[in-house]
Nanobody
Framework: QVQLVESGGGLVQAGGSLRLSCAAS????????MGWFRQRPGSEREFVAI????????RYAGSVKERFTISRDNTENTGYLRMTGLKPEDTAVYFC????????????????WGQGTQVTVSS
């Protein structure tokens, strides 16, 4: 079992930055790819980014590419999502998740999920 806990969300003005953290416990997270999703009210959970087990390969949704950076520190059992150039449409609950596979995958391919952290971007 892996437990994931997100932190770092909050309220920020458009153009600002935030760094989300995803702390893992229970098992070493280096066995899993780590992904970030977001969900707006009334919408489905949307893929944001994923990073492979080693941290050397990443993929992003087109809407966040060049603005968001996913990373991980396996020694700290923690994943990160650095968000810059934030826009009001980035407002959502952000979730981290762990998967045994790697690639552009839907939520059902992820085994473990955090509880989410709210990001609100004001215009």
């Amino acid at each position: 079992q892996v437990q994931l806990v997100e932190s770092g969300g909050g309220l920020v003005q458009a153009g600002g930055s935030l760094r989300l953290s995803c702390a893992a416990s229970g098992r070493t997270i280096s066995d899993y790819a780590m992904g970030w999703f977001r969900q707006r009210p009334g919408s489905e959970r949307e893929f944001v980014a994923i990073i492979d087990w080693s941290g050397r390969s990443t993929r992003y949704a087109g809407s966040v590419k060049e603005r968001f950076t996913i990373s991980r520190d396996n020694t700290e059992n923690t994943g990160y999502l650095r968000m810059t150039g934030l826009k009001p449409e980035d407002t959502a609950v952000y979730f981290c998740a762990a998967a045994l596979a790697y690639g552009y995958m839907g939520p059902s391919q992820y085994t473990y999920w955090g509880q989410g952290t709210q990001v609100t971007v004001s215009s």
